[in-house]
Structures are given as C-alpha cells and as structure tokens.
C-alpha cells in the first residue's frame, strides 16, 4: 500500500521532493521503521533523517504510534537553526570528511580524526568479515555521554562519534571519532579518552567472522563495569 510523506525544508531539498510515495505493507509502519525505509532509499541523507521526527496526523509521533496509509505522515527537521548532530549510528559506509566536519570550528586550532576499520589478520587468525550489533537508543544516549564528559574534562572541545553497525568488510570503517579543540593536546587526550569510553559504555557488540567459525567479542579490556567512573584525566593517553 502507498504512504505520502511529506518533507519540509532541508529534508525536501536533499531528497529532492516535497512529498515521496512510499509501499509500506497493510499492517503499518513504526516512525522509527519508516525513518530507515528512507534512509535506504536515501543514504546520502542518513545524518539528516536521523535529526529528524516523524510527525503524523500533525502531532510529533513516537515509536508506540502504528502509522497506516491514510494517515498524514511528515518528516520533521530541526526548526530553529538546528545542527547535524554529532552522534550517529549508521548502516550505511561512513565518510571521515562528514564526521570531521562536524567539529571543525574556526577559534579551533587542533582537530583529530580516529578511524577504526576492519583488520584481516589478530593473533594470526584471518578475519573475512566484522558485524556489529547495537541497543541504538542506549547507544546514541551513551554516546551523548561521552560528548558531555569531554566537554567537561577539556572545556571547549567538541567530540563527534559516528559508528556503523550490520557487517563491515575487511579496509572498511566501522567507527570514527572526530574532536577538535583550541589547542593540540586536549584533541590527543580526548580522542584516546574517546575510544577507550565508547568500548566500555556503549551497547555496540563485535562479531569476528573467520574463515572456520566466528565469535562475539567484548572489550578486551578486562572485567566489564560501565558503572565504573571514568578515568582521571591523562590516565588514558
């Protein structure tokens, strides 16, 4: 069955229509369901519609609202000078440049870019593949966390996170971390502070595929406890 979606602003421009049909099946479809279903169609785009919220028959819509095809069904951008937001959680291959961006600031005279990518070869056993499985709320909302305690730790410096889950292949890039601060060693300090906090808190999990098995992996960095405080400052670096 066919759903109208109406798009507004930015949204409308980037997608290229005010108003995009959508097949969505007789039984309905979730706001968050839907955002994906653009998404798809729409990768370049994944930044902006996860910003976005799903308004239907004008009223902001969570994810307890069943939405059927002859409701009116908007997507919402942010409505007052609203940014791209600097924690993402993607599907789609991830852009450096994009993350990057994000923190670049012109009274900024350091910026730092970690990327993590898929390795062939740990302890000599060869890789083919690493899927990541995610709690994307809780992601997303550790991840913010992140964000704050760096901005407190070094005032001033900006953290932007993106992270794929779904399968990324051998050379490709499964998260980057982008910060940038007025001076160069609060940028050295929290981009390692950063790493090291997303693979203790956040719910992102790894699964090593091999050419005989595969096997989920923690942290590797001894017993986990996201309730444990964060380490001092320069404790990490």
């Not at 000078?81 to 789609?92: F, L, N, Q, S």
């Amino acid at each position: 069955m066919k759903l109208k979606l109406l798009l507004f602003a930015g949204l409308a421009e980037s997608l290229g229509a005010p108003v995009l049909e959508l097949d969505i099946t007789p039984a309905g479809i979730r706001p968050g369901e839907l955002k994906l279903l653009v998404a798809g169609l729409y990768p370049e785009a994944a930044a902006q519609l996860q910003a976005a919220f799903v308004a239907v028959n004008q009223a902001y819509a969570d994810e307890t609202v069943l939405i059927t095809p002859g409701d009116e069904v908007a997507l919402i951008p942010p409505v007052s000078g609203g940014e791209a937001p600097r924690m993402i959680i993607t599907r789609d291959p991830i852009s450096v440049e994009d993350v990057t961006a994000k923190v670049i600031r012109p009274h900024h005279g350091a910026a730092l870019s970690f990327v993590g990518t898929t390795r062939e070869f740990t302890h000599g056993q060869r890789t083919t593949l690493l899927e990541y499985e995610g709690y994307e709320p809780m992601a997303l909302k550790t991840m913010e966390q992140i964000g704050g305690e760096i901005e407190a730790r070094w005032p001033g410096t900006l953290c932007a996170i993106t992270h794929r889950l779904g399968p990324v292949p051998i050379g490709e890039i499964s998260v980057v971390i982008a910060v940038s601060s007025p001076h160069r060693d609060a940028s050295y300090d929290a981009s390692r502070y950063a790493i090291e906090r997303l693979k203790q808190i956040v719910p992102i999990w790894k699964k090593e595929i091999w050419e005989d098995g595969s096997e989920w992996k923690g942290h590797q960095q001894g017993p986990w406890n996201p309730l444990t405080a964060p380490a001092e400052e320069g404790s990490a670096s």
